[in-house]
């Protein structure tokens, strides 16, 4: 009898386990709104391996992924809060942070970092934690920094009789460097667009596009009229970089064919070079400016949605692809980009990673003198700058004009903004 009794006890517990089993091992999903092509290609496979490796560390959450266009990534994620379909997590191209903030799509990563004891914001490299702010409020983690880096055609340089860069060389020095490189008639060029680095030239000449309470455009002041007439020289007084329609594509694939012996980019573009490009090429040095060297520093950027049913899920997905050192290292190793973190093993990976350049330490210097570039501000205001650069990069307009009715129409939808009536 004792024996039966045990029987029916364990078949009793089998069968409460099998009950329990699909509550035990039941997944929260998670939509995460991403912007890289849902192409099956190299960069494709490498950002899904990232979140395959989430998903192996956090087995109760499944990971939906969803894609959208680069172009159109900030409207349709409006649109699909608007609609009451926003995803959980949101993928923050750099120009759109503001108005998403300010919107009230993004929730407030403040509650879930102060009750995190493991979360140190000193972990971070110097500006990316602070960078992911509005107004002091932390509405996102940077998953990855950059800083704009001059890549260069070594094969090109030594044919000219130059030398690598070298440490402290100014932007003098490289305007120098792309008149002697350059040779309009057979189509050959110094640089692909001193505009790519735009930020980082409006920095190093000390210059900035709002003021410090982030109230009012700072456009035409001597500092940023200086450095426009730089850049603006590059094309046209000097034709040390292509004019409009010279060359087909725009700088990159310039750069790639050999068009150009010079280009800003970013290390994600390294794995690929190394594949495709045949002339022998490297990274330089930061470079350095009347106020200094300042290298435009930023990333794309990760945030919780306001509306998500899911904010803890949410947030751990934010927290491992930003700071975890796991992810952080990975990315590394692939190629994918620069890390946000200062964990030595993950630094490490970075240096010794197959995809790095020769000179791989130019890049982290540049990363060291890295600063936030464009101050964040609402999108119509930054289209009204763009297109003043536009402008007078394509020589339609005089400088010091284009500046002033730039500063004039910003600085009065940024005013009707801020007081709430726009």
Known sequence: MKKVKTVHWFVALVLALIAMAPAAFAQTEITLLWWVADDGGAGYRNEMAL???????????????????????PDQTIA???????????????????????????????????????????????????????????????????????????SWFQEAGLGDPEPGWTYF????????LSNPDQLKFGLGSIDSNR????LSFGANLMNEDRTALTLTTPEMIQAVTYMHSWRW??????????????????WVRGDVAMNFWGPWAWPHYKEIIEFDWDVAPPLTGPAGAASYLDGLLLGVSAFTQYPDEAWKLVRFL??????????????????????????????????????VHNYIMALQAGRPGYPRMPMEVKA????????????????????????QRGNAILNEILAGRR
């Open 80 to 154: 699909r809060a608007a609609a009451g379909q926003s995803p959980d997590v949101l993928w923050i191209r750099e120009d759109s942070f503001w108005d998403l903030a300010t919107r009230g799509l993004l929730m407030d990563l403040g509650q879930f970092i102060a009750k995190d004891p493991d979360f140190d914001p000193d972990n971070f490299l110097p500006g990316v934690y602070e960078s992911a702010q509005i107004n002091g409020v932390q509405y996102a983690l940077h998953r990855d920094v950059w800083a704009p880096t001059v890549f260069y055609n070594r």
């Open 237 to 254: 007084v000097y034709h040390a970089e292509p004019r409009p329609g010279e060359l087909p594509d725009w700088y990159e694939p310039q």
């Open 51 to 73: 979140i395959e490796l989430f998903e192996q560390y956090h087995p109760d959450i499944k990971v939906n992924v969803e894609f959208a266009d680069w172009n159109v990534i």
């Open 322 to 359: 930003g700071y975890d050192v796991r992810a952080q290292t990975e990315q590394v190793r692939r190629g994918l980009a620069s890390p946000t973190v200062r964990y030595p093993e993950t630094l490490e990976a970075f240096f010794e990673s197959e995809n790095a350049p020769r000179s």
């Open 173 to 180: 020095d490289l305007l120098d460097i792309g008149r002697r």
């Open 199 to 202: 930020a980082g030239v409006i």
């Open 384 to 407: 009204v700058i763009d297109e003043a650069f536009t402008l007078i990069l394509e020589d339609q307009e005089a400088i010091t004009s284009a500046l002033n009715n730039a500063q």
